[in-house]
């Protein structure tokens, strides 16, 4: 337990550190929520919710999808490539440690990028809500984040390190487009709503909207994404497995 604990704890500060994270995590996100909710007006409804706490979820989202991707990927391919996971397993710490602790310590760091945006959007925009959907949000955001942790992983077992940074940009921006995190879905076509439907990212933010709309957290949402948690889970080791094999 103790080296779970120092393991996330170093993970967590080495997240915290890097500028990428502040920049994709938390100043893309409040730039972009600043600008659309300035142009659309905050008190715009969206499916009965004003714009600026719809909108405020969507970057809350989009934030943990980016820091969930890229704060793993880079890490996880640079220990790679650099035989660190060799490494680990000659040292007394567990291997369910090492993976255990990366995940842990990802979703901390989500956590605080979800906590400043809520203060910000709370503070300077005025966004109310009942402390129930404030609190059932941001842990949805933090512990409905693991499919984008997995993500992040398998990336990072794939590509080689500067690669992994490419290929979590065209991800990021790809679903959350595609999942309704920029603009509502209702006004896309209705191919593209289909495809919305269907994306990790769309199901991820719709709890939270509709958290917010005063409605009950929906079942199928969160079954979809421990479908996607699980695929990508089993793809993650057989990919692993395969470069053994490989490397032997």
């Not at 990802?106 to 005025?126: D, I, N, P």
């Not at 059932?136 to 955001?141: D, F, G, T, Y």
């Not at 209705?190 to 939270?208: C, E, G, L, S, W």
């Amino acid at each position: 337990m103790n080296a779970l604990l120092k393991q996330c704890q170093f993970e967590a500060v080495r997240a915290l550190r890097n500028r990428q994270f502040i920049f994709f995590s938390v100043l893309m996100p409040l730039i972009f929520y600043f600008i659309f909710v300035k142009v659309n007006g905050g008190n715009m409804q969206v499916e009965g919710t004003a714009w600026k706490a719809y909108f405020l979820m969507s970057m809350a989202a989009f934030s943990v999808v980016g820091s969930s991707m890229f704060g793993l990927a880079g890490r996880v391919a640079f220990e790679r490539t650099q035989g660190w996971l060799r490494l680990v397993q000659t040292t007394p710490l567990p291997h369910y440690a090492y993976v255990i602790g990366k995940c842990l310590s990802q979703l901390m760091v989500g956590l605080v990028s979800v906590v400043v945006l809520f203060l910000v959007g709370a503070v300077s925009q005025g966004v109310d809500l009942s402390v129930g959907q404030w609190g059932i949000s941001l842990l949805w955001l933090v512990l409905g984040s693991l499919p984008f942790v997995a993500i992040g992983i398998l990336v990072g077992v794939l590509f080689s390190t500067e690669a992994t940074y490419l290929v979590c940009n065209i991800l990021n921006m790809g679903l959350g487009i595609l999942g309704g995190l920029w603009w509502p879905i209702t006004i896309m076509p209705k191919v593209m709503q289909h495809i919305a439907y269907a994306t990790p990212t769309y199901r991820f933010a719709h709890v939270t909207w509709q958290v917010i709309g005063g409605k009950s957290i929906p079942v199928e949402d969160v079954a979809i994404l421990l479908g996607y948690l699980a695929v990508l889970v089993a793809l993650t080791l057989w990919v692993l497995r395969r470069k053994q094999v490989q490397d032997a």
